[in-house]
Structure formats: C-alpha cells, structure tokens
C-alpha cells in the first residue's frame, strides 16, 4: 500500500512537471565543470556516540584491620589496597553529519535551485560548509587519592606509658652483700593488638554515650539544635575509629565518550571499547581488557522497494523531472555487549543503512 501510495504522488507530480527544464545534480565524484555556477551538498551520515560512565573504587586498609573480627567482630575485612573498575552507565545518542562519500552539485535551470532550502531545513540534505556537532571523546583525567589517606586519630590514649619496675641489686654491708630493692620508671610503647584493643574500647563507649542521648529517662541538658550536633560528632568519631579497621574507600566518577559510524547494510559488530576491573576504560587495541561490543542487526526494508523505486526514476527521467538525491534512513537495533551480558539496547535510525531516491525539487513544504 505505502508502495502504491508513493507511486501515485510521484505520478502527479510528473504530470505537473512534463514542460520543466530539468536541474542537473551529479555526484562530486565524476567529472564537474567548475566553471558553471553550482550549489553542492551533502547526504547526511549518522554518527553514534556512546557515552560511558563508569567508577573508580579505591579502598584502604586500616591498621587494624586484622584486630576487626576479634574486637568488634566484624568479618570479612580486607588488609590489603584494592583498586576496582565498575561500569555504572551508558547512555547512546545519534546525530547526523555531512558525508564526504556523497556530495552532489546542483547545476541552476530557469527556475534557481528548487526547493533546496526545504530539502536543508527537512535534514534530507546537508550544506557541504555544515559544522559537525562537537563533542569531546577523551576521558576524564584520574585522580587517585593514595597520598590523602592519613589514619592520624589512633587512640584517645598515649601510645607510650611508663611503668614502674622494681629492680634488686646487692650492696655490701658490715662485710655482708644484702639484697636491696631499686625502683625505677621505664617508658614502653604498646602493640598493636594493644591500639586495637583501645580503640574498639572507644568505639563501645561512644555508642554508649550516644545511647544515653537517645534515652528518654536519662536526664542531659541539651535538646534541640545542640543535641543534633552532639549525635553528629559523635557519628563523625565513630566513623573515624571504625574506620581504623574496616579501612577506607573512596569512588571517583568518569566520563568517556565514543563514536561509531554505521556502514554495512548487512549487519555489523566492531569493538567500541575494552575494560578491565583492575584498569578502568581501555583502547579497543588494549588487549589487556575484555571486548565491548557494538552490534547492529541487518536492516528490514519494505517490500518491493526496489522495484517501485526503479519505476519511479524512470518515469522521472522520462518526464525530465526536476529531482534531487537524497537518502530514506533506516530502523536497526543496536546493542552494546559485554560477553554475553547485554549493557544497553536501543532501535535508532541510520541514514547510511537507507536507501538512496530522488525527491522532486518542487515537493511540499511544510
């Protein structure tokens, strides 16, 4: 029906248009005389860019982390530094842009150039001198954070403590050695376990003290906006002295942007990109990460297209029709694959996967 739709209207136009000079459009690629006045343009291309956002996780062992089962009996806590990659999102936009394989000039008749500017305005065609759309495709500079992780609150309690040792020595009296005691002052430094032991004793009496706030029998003198801060303090030290053993972490976001432009009609799949937990977003030749896949099914065109377009062009030429080229874009669904894991699926619309027709130049507006 469409077919059939698109037969009749072009058959009326050519009834309209038997007496017209006919404009000439011929593709850059023979040979142009420069000396005559032309208009050229472009077929239009489309360019996917896909944006991908992914995090950086970096995290920190405390000092002691290996005291956290036995003193706060928490499991699972790792000692050592680990840097880990995730992808957290992909976002896919198209946009058209001129295509240097196929520009066309536009030779003027008697009647200028036709319905050029509705042609430009519709984006059916394309002013050779159009600026593509500008976007950045390098990623986002990583800032690591292992020179700011600093563990200064340790214990609220000195890290060295003097004891009092008693100590005996012999001394000579009336021609008898007697023992004799001697006292002395020594300064030790505690262990670790020591530290650990005095930190998890602290992080107790926080929560108990906050639990004595949070009761409504136990009389304080603060209410209000005081006692928000005093339960917020008390978090913020909580948070610092567990940190001592569950360690820290810190993300960072990035940002990176790629650009594929589609060009076999019959299906494709290209690597955009690699990545790899331990290094983040890669190069597509970076064979230390794994291959991210786009993929693009082969494109369904209505039938009979191609001979009700044949039909068409020939009845055009024989009734010297004024005709511009342009391109019937296409339907296709893309993915965007990791193994067998599918990240993101979107149905977009390719100019270049279309079909190439001719458009007479005096076609309605809106």
């Given at each position: 029906m469409m077919s059939k739709n698109l037969f009749l209207a072009v058959l009326s136009l050519v009834l309209l248009g038997c007496n017209s000079k006919t404009i000439q459009v011929e593709p850059a690629g023979k040979t142009i005389d420069y000396k005559k006045v032309a208009v050229y343009y472009s077929l239009p291309r489309t360019v996917v860019y896909v944006k991908v956002v992914s995090s950086q996780s970096e995290y920190f062992p405390g000092p002691y982390a290996d005291y956290a089962k036995k003193f706060l009996g928490i499991d699972g806590v790792s000692n050592t530094e680990k840097v880990e990659y995730l992808i957290e999102k992909i976002d896919v936009e198209t946009t058209a842009e001129p295509d240097p394989k196929a520009v066309f000039a536009i030779y003027p008749s008697g009647k200028g150039y036709g319905n050029f500017i509705n042609l430009s305005n519709e984006g059916l065609i394309l002013p050779v001198n159009q600026t593509p759309e500008s976007r950045a495709i390098a990623k986002n500079k990583e800032v690591s954070s292992k020179g700011e992780v600093i563990y200064k609150d340790l214990s609220v309690n000195p890290f060295v403590a003097e004891e009092s040792t008693t100590f005996y020595g012999r001394t000579l009296r009336d021609s008898v050695y007697v023992r004799v005691p001697i006292q002395r002052s020594m300064t030790i430094e505690r262990n670790l376990e020591e530290k650990a032991k005095e930190a998890a004793d602290f992080i107790f009496s926080i929560r108990k003290k906050?639990?004595?706030?949070?009761?409504?029998?136990?009389?304080?003198?603060?209410?209000?906006?005081?006692?928000?801060?005093?339960?917020?303090?008390?978090?913020?030290?909580?948070?610092?002295?567990?940190?001592?053993?569950?360690?820290?972490?810190?993300?960072?976001?990035?940002?990176?942007?790629?650009?594929?432009?589609?060009?076999?009609?019959?299906?494709?799949?290209?690597?955009?990109?690699?990545?790899?937990?331990?290094?983040?977003?890669?190069?597509?030749?970076?064979?230390?990460?794994?291959?991210?896949?786009?993929?693009?099914?082969?494109?369904?065109?209505?039938?009979?297209?191609?001979?009700?377009?044949?039909?068409?062009?020939?009845?055009?030429?024989k009734a010297k029709i004024d005709r511009f080229y342009y391109r019937i874009p296409v339907a296709v669904n893309m993915r965007v694959i990791d193994g067998k894991q599918l990240l993101v699926e979107k149905r977009l619309s390719i100019f270049q996967y279309g079909l190439l027709a001719q458009l007479p130049v005096n076609f309605p507006g809106k």
């Open positions: 906050r639990l004595d706030f949070l009761t409504p029998d136990i009389d304080h003198p603060f209410s209000g906006d005081a006692l928000k801060l005093i339960l917020k303090e008390l978090q913020r030290l909580e948070d610092e002295y567990l940190a001592l053993f569950v360690g820290k972490r810190f993300t960072h976001t990035f940002t990176q942007t790629y650009s594929f432009i589609p060009s076999n009609t019959e299906g494709e799949s290209a690597i955009l990109f690699r990545f790899s937990e331990s290094k983040g977003l890669l190069s597509s030749t970076d064979l230390s990460g794994r291959p991210i896949l786009i993929e693009f099914d082969q494109p369904e065109y209505p039938e009979n297209i191609d001979a009700t377009k044949n039909s068409l062009e020939t009845i055009a030429l």
